[in-house]
């Protein structure tokens, strides 16, 4: 009787090891990195970003949450950014972030991953958003390469 309670605990211990490990390579499939150069000053969420260097890093909260974090190689700058919901786009393109122009700035408006075939779109700030330039040709693209899991 007693080597049965212990059989089942440890079946119970083994199973939840298997799982944690199933867990924590799911998550670590599930974060992108990339880098980015920026030739002007962009906004991005809350964040105002200067032409320079990046590296981002797209992750998942252990709820499902995705967020970003950018940084920047050479002034410092660390910031998180939080998508809205991503959506599965078909494109020939390289990964890249679109940056539009609202009202007289730049403000990234979506990442889009090729090798995810997902677009992450991210908010405009409130005050700005009745500003947005609808013409086409007001968005940027700027290429963000891979740097591997």
């Known amino acids: 009787m007693k080597s049965t309670k212990t059989l089942k605990r440890g079946i119970t211990v083994f199973?939840?090891?298997?799982a944690?490990?199933?867990?924590?390579?799911?998550a670590q499939a599930q974060t992108y990195k990339?880098?980015?150069?920026?030739?002007?000053?962009v906004k991005w969420d809350?964040?105002?970003?200067p032409a320079g260097q990046y590296t981002?890093?797209?992750?998942?909260?252990?709820?499902?949450?995705?967020?970003?974090?950018v940084r920047s190689e050479s002034a410092h700058i660390a910031?998180?950014?939080?998508?809205?919901?991503?959506?599965?786009e078909e494109s020939p393109a390289a990964s890249e972030?679109?940056?539009?122009?609202?009202?007289?700035?730049?403000?990234?408006?979506s990442l889009y991953i090729s090798d995810l075939g997902l677009v992450y779109n991210f908010p405009v700030p409130k005050n700005?958003?009745?500003?947005?330039e609808q013409v086409a040709n007001s968005v940027q693209r700027v290429k963000v390469n891979s740097s591997g899991n």
């Open 79 to 88: 910031v998180m950014v939080m998508p809205q919901v991503g959506t599965q």
């Open 56 to 69: 981002l890093t797209l992750t998942s909260s252990p709820s499902g949450q995705k967020f970003g974090i």
């Open 128 to 132: 700005a958003r009745k500003n947005i």
């Open 15 to 18: 199973m939840a090891l298997v």
């Open 20 to 26: 944690l490990c199933i867990g924590a390579g799911a």
């Open 34 to 41: 990339g880098r980015f150069t920026l030739t002007a000053p």
């Open 97 to 109: 972030l679109r940056i539009q122009g609202v009202g007289g700035e730049s403000v990234v408006r």
């Open 46 to 49: 809350q964040a105002n970003l």
